[in-house]
């Protein structure tokens, strides 16, 4: 004796508090379950990649800045090491050191911000947020000593990095170091423990393992789910298998395991970073490229395990000082794709929190 | 009766009741209708107010303006083309001759009964501050058997409609059994 | 954390952070002139406490209409010589409920001024962070520059919105939340609505404000505001049930529903309600929390998800008086609590000397704080989890509470024992019942212990893809 309905479309449009920016789903729902999404995303589209092939490859360093503009370390880079495997450069030793140690501070700078938002989603009124936020403002406080900038860094250079960090930067990077594992502790015995998170988290968004391989899922959602893969350990660049982490792995694959995963691996992070400062030997941070520089002609794909995954940088060189093709694998836009098998079926509070916990960035979506 | 105040109160109490109750069925919008509605079973309120029933005139905001017009409101949402045009019906003209007639007996029967109404002393005598208590006695004394009957039955009535919602393949008739349940179970409660 | 703040690079961000000082550093950096000032006039102030406590003590200030510790003293002198003028018995009536109602308006309208700035710098400080601070000193006048924006804007009716539905509403939300105040107790004497049926009106005049939402919702003529407003009524509508049977309970134990009477026997029987009857307390505060829509209940507004709910249409001051409202309607349930649970304006005799309206005042405040210190802290609960909460939890155990506490009345009232021994015992009883019923129950649900403590993340032993990933489940 049930009535019948009909379902009907809400457009969670471009403007919404937690689309993580600019982008556009068509939800077709049944009372408040979904059965249906369909996800436009354009709204961002800054045509970068035929924007860089006018530009020298160090010219194309910021266009990574401002992909991804919450990894812009990770972005640079990735796009300093495939350029650097297309044009044969050598990178000096305290360069990687230095790489390693902003990418992992842009890691847990992403990773406050990603577990921050998603607990804002779930309806914390932004202070879990606000309180990642403090060790974020650290974070990019040390960026702007060193480079300038706090979000858009642009501070890898092909053969190495930008500046050397000024002489402030140790000890202030050592006191940060020093104080964020209690931090991470406060923040766990805030929210795991928290029932109405729990409530609102566990058995949500579950992504088996063969479900996230099939649909090329990568970074800590794969992880989440209980598949080992860390291109930090599996295929080692700019000295990380000098260093000793571990990988945290989920076991259900749901939102509350890829928060939890997102939240060790940000001490895995200050593990790395501490044994990268107490191990950085001397020397330059950079080596001498010329100006223009023009590879050979070949074609390359490097990638970096970015805050978010698999972030890679397909390069094509014609032997000019441009490449002929420059594409950014996305691993927001790939990770975007299963949103619409999870779903259907949840309700929209679900759908939300989900989208949450895979940690989209619309700029590296429609770059 | 007696003060300015109170019989002001009734001929405003009154008229707002009257008017809002023709408008109802004078209206096209049938959410204007059920509006008004609630503003009708408020005007009853004030109504039993003059009349210091203060307990009847809570409960009456209570159940009916609180919980009875929600009942109404949702099946009003379900009816197709609820704010559009519901004017002209087939049934207007016997409507209103039933209403009239209706209307007509209820007037004359009120006139001609003898209404047992106590003035001076004995009214001084009889009157009483607290109808709570005096309902609360009645109730739980010389009538309980009505009051446990009534809640017997509200209590049937939940359950009959919780079986009636409840779709035995999926528990997703919850919502609407749940609002149904509540209603009745206000009734009951008060 | 200052200081580690001047050791770091200082960036514009961080020199203005430390610039603009707190209201407890500005009080602490005051010049020395300010500071003896303030002590010469609090040393004052307690002097004429002092004074006021010798009067109040040697009983000269009782029952006089200058005993400002009840004003319902003057209102009384105040009708009888309006009633003296012999114009009628209306006169008086009329005179001393405008003065009333206007009372408890500037009161409630002071409070929202406040209120607001409150709330803002409270989440702030949960949320390390500073607040409003730069409109008017310490940003005290951020509300009513709020106020001034929102009248000021356009006002926007939506295309195809109902116009009469579409105004209604913020009136509609406004009347309910100004007219429950009425009954409430502020001294022994002074209620606005003294009224036998007190509680009862307090209850059925909330639930008109279920309408007023409904209204809102429907009359936007948009999906969000649709959604936003049938949830809020759903839920609603499900949490006047536990209200309603957690103030059975208050009823059943002082046997009264006029609010001055419940507060009474608590005074005179020393004891705060909260003591006697720990689940009606958290079932009236939580289920508080779902009808006036605030964290962790607030779907109706949730932000992340819905915008901003049956209210998504509203701009300018309709949407400044639905905000105004909620406020209003926080520091309301907290006088509620007050005035059930915690002893309402009496303080085991401490009323004789603090005004009673101070200490209640005081009270709803604290339970302000509360709200606000939940809102800031905890995540919101999804709809179908509020709904599975009021039905299959909180109404149960509120039905099996009023069966203990009706025992437990029937033997007070057949038992000739001091009073201390009956209710300490009740009390007693009371909390284990509680603690046993909420366990059981709890089971019974289909609530696990396992939800409770999730595990954490393990560390990968092996890095690989599916295979690995199998190789590890099967090992683990």
Not at chain 1, 168 to 182: G, I, K, Q, S, T
Not at chain 2, 83 to 96: E, F, K, Q, T
Not at chain 3, 230 to 252: D, G, K, Q, W
């Amino acid at each position: 004796m049930t009535t019948p309905t009909e379902p009907y479309v809400l457009n969670i449009g471009p403007q919404h508090p937690s689309t993580h920016g600019v982008f556009r789903i068509r939800v077709v729902m049944d009372g408040e379950r979904i059965q249906d999404i369909d996800m436009i995303v354009g709204y961002l589209h800054r045509s970068m990649e035929k924007l860089a092939e006018e530009r020298t490859y160090t010219q194309n360093i910021p266009f990574t800045d401002r992909a991804d503009y919450l990894a812009a370390m990770s972005g640079n880079l990735g796009l300093c090491l495939a350029a650097e495997r297309l044009a044969r450069v050598e990178v000096p030793e305290r360069a990687s050191y230095l790489r390693v140690i902003f990418a992992e501070l842009q890691r847990i700078a992403s990773h406050a911000m990603a577990n921050g938002t998603l607990v804002s989603d779930a309806g914390a009124w932004q202070t879990p947020l606000l309180y990642m936020f403090r060790e974020r403002e650290k974070i990019l406080d040390l960026f702007e000593m060193t480079c300038g900038a706090r979000l858009t860094t642009n501070y890898m250079r092909i053969g190495g990095v930008a500046f050397e960090p000024p002489p402030e930067f140790w000890p202030a990077l050592l006191e940060l170091v020093d104080e964020l594992p209690e931090r991470i502790s406060e923040y766990e015995e805030l929210l795991t423990q928290n029932e109405i998170f729990i409530a609102r988290t566990r058995d949500i968004g579950v992504i088996s393992p063969e479900d996230a391989i099939n649909g090329s899922l990568v970074g800590p959602a794969l992880r989440g789910s209980g598949v080992p893969w860390d291109l930090r350990k599996a295929e080692p660049y700019c000295i990380y298998d000098r260093m000793e982490f571990d990988v945290p792995i989920g076991r259900n694959g749901d939102v509350y395991d890829r928060f939890m995963v997102r939240l060790a691996e940000t001490r895995e992070s200050v593990k790395i970073i501490r044994q990268a400062v107490e191990n950085i030997p001397d020397g330059s941070h950079k080596t001498d490229i010329p100006l223009a520089l023009r590879p050979a002609p070949g074609e390359v794909y490097g990638r970096v395990e970015g805050p978010r995954g698999e972030l890679g940088f397909y390069l094509v060189s014609d032997g000019g000082p441009a490449p002929y093709r420059f594409h950014i694998r996305a691993p927001s836009l790939i990770n975007l794709s299963l949103l619409r098998e999870l779903a259907r079926g949840a309700s929209l509070s679900d759908a939300v929190v989900t989208l949450g916990s895979i940690d989209i960035v619309v700029g590296e979506i429609d770059r | 009766m007696d003060s300015l105040g109170v019989v002001i109160a009734f001929y405003v109490l009154s008229a707002i009741t009257i008017v809002s109750a023709a408008s109802i069925f004078l209206l096209r919008n049938l959410v204007h209708a059920i509006v008004l509605l609630v503003v009708v079973f408020l005007g009853m309120a004030g109504l039993f107010l003059t009349l210091s029933a203060d307990f009847i005139a809570v409960a009456q905001i209570l159940i009916y303006a609180g919980a009875i017009s929600v009942l109404f409101v949702f099946a009003v949402m379900l009816t197709p083309l609820a704010s559009r045009d519901n004017g002209n019906s087939l049934y207007a003209g016997p409507g209103l001759l039933l209403g009239g007639a209706i209307a007509a007996i209820v007037v004359v029967t009120a006139f001609d009964v003898e209404w047992n109404q106590l003035t001076g002393v004995a009214l001084e005598q009889r009157s009483f501050t607290d109808t709570i208590e005096v309902i609360g006695n009645q109730l739980l004394g010389p009538h309980v058997l009505a009051f446990e009957v009534a809640s017997v039955l509200l209590l049937f009535a939940l359950l009959g409609a919780i079986v009636l919602v409840t779709d035995p393949n999926n528990e997703d008739g919850a919502a609407a059994e749940e609002e149904a349940g509540k209603d009745t179970a206000v009734g009951g409660s008060e | 954390m200052t200081d580690r703040h001047s050791e770091l690079p200082a960036t514009p961000m961080a020199r203005q952070i430390i610039a603009r000082r707190s209201l407890l550093d500005a009080a602490k950096a005051a010049p020395v002139s300010l500071k003896v000032a303030g002590s010469i006039v609090l040393l004052g102030l307690l002097l004429v406490n002092a004074l006021i406590g010798f009067i109040v003590v040697d009983g000269q200030l009782d029952g006089e209409w200058y005993d400002f510790r009840d004003l319902g003293y003057a209102m009384e002198r105040l009708r009888i010589e309006l009633d003296e003028v012999n114009l009628g018995p209306w006169l008086s009536y009329w005179v001393t409920g405008l003065i009333g109602g206007l009372g408890i308006l500037s009161f409630i309208g002071g409070f929202l001024l406040i209120g607001s700035w409150i709330e803002r710098r409270l989440l702030a400080r949960f949320q390390v962070r500073m607040g409003p601070n730069r409109v008017g000193p310490f940003g005290l006048l951020q509300p009513i520059a709020d106020a001034l924006k929102l009248m000021q804007k356009e006002v926007l009716i939506p295309m195809g919105a109902d116009r009469l539905l579409f105004f209604l509403p913020p009136v509609l939300v406004f009347v309910p939340a100004m007219l429950a105040w009425g009954p409430i107790p502020w001294a022994p004497g002074m209620s606005y609505l003294d009224i036998n049926v007190g509680l009862l009106f307090v209850v059925s005049i909330t639930s008109l404000s279920v309408l007023a939402i409904w209204m809102a919702g429907w009359s936007s003529n948009n999906h969000y505001a649709l959604l936003g407003a049938m949830r809020t009524v759903a839920m609603m509508v499900s949490y006047e049930i536990p209200i309603s049977l957690s103030l059975i309970v208050v009823v059943l134990i002082t046997g009264s529903l006029n609010l001055g009477e419940i507060v009474a026997w608590q005074t005179d029987h020393n004891v705060w309600l909260a003591v006697l009857l720990p689940f009606s307390l958290f079932t009236f505060f939580f289920s508080s929390t779902a009808e006036i829509n605030r964290t962790p209940n607030d779907i109706a507004e949730a932000e992340s998800e819905i915008v901003a709910g049956f209210h998504t249409e509203y701009s300018g001051m309709k949407a400044g008086l639905f905000l105004a409202v909620e406020l209003g309607n926080a520091l309301f349930v907290g006088a509620l609590v007050a005035t059930f649970f915690l002893g309402g304006y009496g303080l085991f005799g401490l009323e004789q000397w603090i005004p009673p309206y101070v200490i209640l005042a005081a009270k709803a405040s604290f339970g302000y704080f509360v709200f606000i210190w939940l809102r800031s802290t905890l995540p919101r609960f999804r709809i179908d989890q509020l709904m599975t909460f009021a039905w299959k939890y909180l109404i149960p155990l509120s039905i099996a509470n009023v069966l203990v506490v009706a025992v437990e009345t029937s033997i007070a009232a057949r038992w000739e024992v001091e009073a201390i021994f009956i209710y300490g015992s009740f009390a007693v009883v009371n909390v284990i019942l509680t603690v046993i019923a909420v366990r059981t129950w709890a089971r019974v649900a289909g609530y696990s212990s396992s939800f409770e403590r999730p595990e954490p993340p393990r560390v990968a032993p092996m890095i690989g893809g599916l295979k690995a990933a199998r190789r590890i489940k099967a090992g683990a």
